[in-house]
């Protein structure tokens, strides 16, 4: 992968990792722009380093392909009127890279705060560099229930339907989004 960070405008470009743990540019990419989705600062630069058919899940949703998983990184704007990232650290270099994250969330509206600590593994392909799986095990965990599961489902079909992505750079900059 040629393209580096501040050509993807990443602005998470200070990674840390645990002892031991080293990553190439391309993993410090990889992180970087996932670190900053979480953040709530996804654009569409970002979200080119994933495969058309990649997957994101966390404990609420399981978004599979782009039509799914780019409306879950631009919903958190939509949501949420703070974000603010407490810790991040890289335990693993390897495929998946991962890292244990600690954010904290206020819910637009009624100011209500929320504070989730995951472990994230990012997928990735290493012929094309791109993200194939992103999971955020909230507490270190997925749920392994069906019924919890139909839940994930209806969510990663019903946010693509209220949260917009923008169709070209123009309109990721309008939002603010480079």
Request: net charge negative; glycine share 8%; hydrophobic share 30%.
């Amino acid at each position: 992968m040629s393209t580096g960070p501040s050509d993807l405008g990443i602005e998470n470009t200070n990674i840390k990792t645990a002892q031991g743990v080293s990553l190439d540019g391309q993993q410090k990419t990889l992180v970087g722009s996932v670190l900053d989705l979480f953040a709530g600062r996804p654009s569409l630069k970002k979200l080119a380093l994933w495969a058309d058919d990649g997957v994101f899940e966390d404990p609420i949703t399981k978004a599979e392909g782009r039509k799914q998983y780019e409306p879950q990184w631009y919903g958190l704007q939509v949501a949420f009127s703070e974000i603010e990232r407490l810790h991040h650290e890289v335990n693993s270099g390897g495929n998946p890279i991962s890292m244990d994250l600690k954010t904290r969330y206020v819910v637009k509206g009624i100011g209500k705060e929320q504070i989730i600590s995951s472990k994230v593994n990012i997928f990735y392909d290493k012929d094309t560099g791109k993200i194939t799986n992103v999971e955020d095990k909230w507490d270190g965990q997925l749920p392994d229930s069906s019924f919890r599961n139909v839940f994930r489902s209806l969510n990663s079909v019903t946010v693509p339907k209220m949260v917009s992505v923008p169709k070209n750079d123009e309109e990721d900059a309008k939002r603010g989004n480079q």
